[in-house]
T-cell receptor, first 109, second 116 residues
């Protein structure tokens, strides 16, 4: 079956760095997405990886290892506004997104 | 960037009535639109995929006669929840892609439905 696993909740301190891990099992693979979702709002796109390696975009970076079925989202210089849920989603061979349950990130001052 | 709007943003209706939710792509033509449902503290659940001018493809377990989807144009898709019940209360989110299904999905702001 298809499955996305990510931690339910993480806590970090303002100004610090946090890494949110995601493991995936999909039927075929057409990329790994990370979305940010604030409470009561729709998800917003953060990153897309389809090749192995690290993609850096400002304070956020995303890493993919296809051989390990593993990705992580790295958030640097954490700000209070980064408190949100982070959704990992894998795209299968039918171009359908398989969503994880999301990781709720709590930022403390 | 690509913008997707939804209307209404929230709605309260009585059990047994029907509710229509609109999803519009404002600055691009959406070849494919997706409808999701999200219950509190849970992930997004894909309900159906619709392509302009053709019937929607529903996910397993989603009743197509209860959740009517119409994708009449390249900028508008509608989801009608027929004979709504309290268990249909949820956050309904649409997303749209301008090209192939592999393109990034642009999400609407969501519609919170409460059925009393």
């Amino acid at each position: 079956g298809q499955n996305i696993d990510q931690p339910t909740e993480m806590t970090a301190t303002e100004g610090a760095i946090v890494q949110i891990n995601c493991t995936y099992q999909t039927s075929g693979f057409n990329g790994l997405f990370w979305y940010q979702q604030h409470a009561g709002e729709a998800p917003t796109f953060l990153s897309y990886n389809v090749l192995d390696g690290l993609e850096e975009k400002g304070r956020f970076s995303s890493f993919l290892s296809r051989s390990k079925g593993y990705s992580y989202l790295l958030l640097k210089e954490l700000q209070m506004k980064d408190s949100a849920s982070y959704l990992c989603a894998g795209m299968d061979s039918n171009y359908q997104l398989i969503w994880g349950a999301g990781t709720k990130l709590i930022i403390k001052p | 960037g690509a913008v997707v709007s939804q209307h209404p943003s929230w709605v309260i209706c009585k059990s047994g009535t029907s509710v229509k939710i609109e999803c519009r792509s404002l600055d691009f033509q959406a070849t494919t639109m997706f409808w999701y449902r999200q219950f509190p503290k849970q992930s997004l659940m894909l309900m159906a995929t619709s392509n302009e001018g053709s019937k929607a493809t529903y996910e397993q377990g989603v009743e197509k006669d209860k959740f009517l989807i119409n994708h009449a144009s390249l900028t508008l898709s509608t989801l009608t929840v027929t004979s709504a019940h309290p268990e249909d209360s949820s956050f309904y989110i649409c997303s749209a892609t301008p090209g192939l299904a592999s393109d990034e999905q642009y999400f609407g702001p969501g519609t919170r439905l409460t059925v009393t």
